[in-house]
């Protein structure tokens, strides 16, 4: 299911558009700039270069710079003048410096099936490690709209902007791993006997499982709950 961050700048989930900010802008000259033209989009994490470690499935390991993409399960690896492109069937992990996010990352290659094929290694991002991971799958959603058009600029009013958007996934003790629908009530049979206390706990801290930097929250004070035990 798919998460969608509109014009945020949260610093765990930090999602960004590549459109101006509309928001506050009531003068019609502002309006007609926004609407005639495109502004200078900010680049996405999957098209900037990152500083990065990586471990090849031959277990070699390599540190450059990279470019990621986990709609086709791909890095790009730059060394010098060098690049190469590895497959999540030809990588185990990788870590990397997000430029974007101004925060390290971790991405582990394990297998997983979708849209209906075999089990093919995937990238996926762990956000918290415990006796459930969470982990997410990073892409980016194209979006038109024309709702700011207006007739007395001539019509059309239609643009265009890319929106960061994840897929969460939870995996068990038993290997596992569990789409998740980023729903409450699909979220609380994974904690067994704390049900009832996560669900306090989410309630109490008025926390929304459909948002990352809330979810990873979750997650965490569930897991520090069965650790220290």
Known sequence: MKTIYELSVIKWDIAFLKTANVKGIFLS???????TF??????LPQEMWH??????ESEDTLRGNIQYDFESNLVQYSKGKKIQTFTSQNLLFFSFDCQFF???????SLPFQLKGKM????????????????????????????????PMYGGGGFRSREILTYDY????????????????????P?????????????KENRLKPDRQKDLVSIIKYYNSLVSSK
Do not use: C
């Open 169 to 188: 996934f939870l995996l068990t003790a038993d290997g596992t791993i569990h789409r998740f629908s980023e729903r409450r009530r699909d979220l609380l």
């Open 119 to 150: 089990k093919v290694p995937v990238f996926f991002e762990i956000l918290d490690e415990g006796a459930i991971t969470l982990m997410a799958r990073e892409y980016v959603v194209i979006e038109n709209s024309n709702r700011f058009a207006n």
């Open 51 to 56: 500083p990065a470690y990586l471990v090849l």
């Open 102 to 108: 101004e925060r390290v990352r971790e991405v582990y």
């Open 38 to 43: 495109n502004g200078v989009s900010q680049n």
């Open 29 to 35: 000259i502002f309006l007609f700039i926004l609407l």
């Open 190 to 202: 994974f904690f067994g006997s704390h049900q009832e206390i996560m669900s306090d706990y989410i």
